[in-house]
């Protein structure tokens, strides 16, 4: 268990957003961490205060192919791929092979080292919802050919080959399903809508708002997801664990309060909503609550200043 003694584990996708801020954390209870990145969407930087760590090895290596490791490993925990729509609509080949081909091969890296498996989901394996909110017994509402289906379905697959090798091979295996989430350390031009509105309110443009802006979604900050993560690590449960924040805004919402801390004067502009983009997204977290006693305790307002100060300090650097 994580808190019993130092483990190695293997994590790709560590200059991620997210894989960056879970390496921090793994690193702080005293683990050893092997990141790996290609850093297609991830950045260096968010692992530059790491150099002089010890407990911390970095390999730049695209997760696609098969990865060499000669040391024993606990745990493989699998974070790499385009997750905003721009990021792999621009990129629809390679998000559907780190989730196929990639969590294949780490599959095999964890079954030959006797390792447990991590793989990090989506909200999006829901699709443009008809359950509202989402529990993880729902199946979803997918367009298995649409423009997002590369990374829809990409995770649909990697969540069903983790359960096979959990099926045929008895591997110890964890699944989050990580809804919209939000805080330092986001690529500043992801395309999704905090680091839109962000951006556009930095700069005093008219936040860009698609569809009538009434589509809700519910926002979590990463420290509430990396400690969530944290505690599945502790839990033998195989099956998908919704991570988010039940708090549900819509769009217009979230330009209010944008506006409001960064500059409390930006105006909307309506653009047509995108091919599938889904009108509502808000997690059922009763199983988080009940397994891992687990639910977000950053405001939504608190993280997003936080966040805007760190958007603000990045703008300064350039």
């Given at each position: ?47 530059a205060h790491l150099k002089n760590n010890s407990s911390f ?59 447990k498996f991590f793989l990090a989901s989506t909200s999006e ?194």
């Amino acid at each position: 268990m994580p808190g019993d003694r130092s483990m190695k584990i293997f994590l790709t996708g560590a200059a991620g957003f997210i894989g960056s801020h879970l390496t921090d954390r793994l690193l702080a209870e005293g683990h050893d961490v092997i990141g790996v990145d290609n850093c297609c969407t991830g950045s260096l930087k968010n692992l530059a205060h790491l150099k002089n760590n010890s407990s911390f090895r970095f390999i730049q290596q695209d997760a696609i192919s098969p990865l060499s490791i000669q040391e024993p490993l606990d745990w493989v925990m699998h974070f790499a791929s385009p997750a905003s729509p721009p990021k792999y609509l621009a990129m629809p080949i390679e998000t559907l092979r780190v989730n196929a081909e990639g969590t294949f091969h780490l599959l095999e890296l964890a079954r030959n080292k006797n390792a447990k498996f991590f793989l990090a989901s989506t909200s999006e394996v829901y699709g443009d919802p008809l359950v509202h909110p989402q529990p993880e017994s729902y199946w979803g509402n997918v367009n298995s050919i649409g423009p997002r289906s590369v990374y829809d379905e990409a995770k649909r697959y990697a969540e069903a080959l983790v359960c096979a090798y959990h099926r045929k091979h008895d591997l110890s295996i964890r699944i989050i399903r990580i809804f919209n989430t939000y805080g330092p350390r986001m690529d500043p031009e992801d395309g999704r809508v905090v680091t839109n509105f962000i951006n556009q309110a930095l700069r005093g443009e008219p936040m860009t708002v698609y569809g009538d802006g009434k589509q809700t979604r519910s926002f979590q900050y990463v420290d509430d997801l990396v400690e969530g993560i944290y505690r599945l690590m502790n839990k033998e449960f195989y099956g998908p664990v919704n991570l988010g924040n039940p708090e549900e805004y819509t769009m217009l919402q979230l330009a209010e309060i944008i506006s409001e801390i960064s500059t409390g004067r930006s105006p909307v502009s309506f653009k047509p909503l995108p091919q599938d983009d889904p009108k509502q997204r808000k997690p059922d977290i009763s199983q988080a609550k009940k397994i891992l006693d687990w639910s977000p305790r950053i405001p939504v307002k608190e993280g997003l200043s936080q966040t805007i100060d760190y958007f603000r300090t990045i703008r300064k650097e350039k």
